[in-house]
């Protein structure tokens, strides 16, 4: 095994605690924004946990200040429309596997979940958050138009909030989040994990039959606009990367947090 290979096991913790598997984001350094190498860990993860009889319940959660900062942006700058039809390929395979896990998956967010983070979250069926927690998609603030996250944030929110999320790029206090039922369970900080580990042992007790049934269909109610939001997304991203508007100001980014660093340490 490569040493990156051997990093990037380590940027994704897999635990399991009764019935209950865990999935641990550990790249805090990153606000554990996550590599196509780590998004294709967590896909193989939940898929063996979909097929494993002695797992009925996942969590996931992030280890340090962020549950996650969505793509990492040190990957994407170097995008062009070809690779940015493949990326959305990538989420394609990802967010499909998620949504046809046949057992409840809780969202254990210790921090900020943001981008595809944030759409990620919302595929959970229960997220459990603190007051500290920050929720959006603030994609264009990057250059990166948004397709996969109006898709889902309409479905949960209605087109009105869609429109002022996606456009405005900002993040949500946890109290914005919990009153608009994005957050089912706001407590203290260091009570996230446990409130989510007795959320989930709970689910993992229900009936699996009627469990599978009930999320087969929610998958089916929302297939159609899915697939809808996917082939927008190869389109629509390809348009995007080529105009080079992505790489400008993800190179803007980097250069003032660069500059940042160096202010810091004079």
Known sequence: MSETAKQTEQEVLF??????????????????????????????????????????????????RAFSAGQDLAEAKHFDGDTAIEWIKGWEHYYDVIRSLKKPLVMALNGTAAGSAFQVSLLGDIRVGHPGVRMGQPEINAGIASTTGPWIMNHMLGL?????????????????????????HLVPEDKVFDKALEIASELAEKPPVAMRLDKQRFREMTEGTFQDAIEAGMRIQRESYESGEPARMMAAFFAKRAAKAETAKA
């Open 160 to 184: 009105s909030r869609t429109i002022e999320l996606t456009l405005t790029g900002r993040l949500m206090d946890a109290d914005e989040s919990h009153r608009l039922g994005l957050i089912h």
């Open 15 to 64: 635990t399991q605690v009764g019935k209950v598997a865990v999935i641990t984001l550990n790249r805090p350094q990153a606000l554990n924004a996550w590599t196509i190498a780590m998004r294709e860990l967590i896909i193989d993860a939940l898929e063996r946990f979909n097929a494993d009889d002695n797992v009925a319940a996942v969590i996931m959660t992030g280890a340090g």
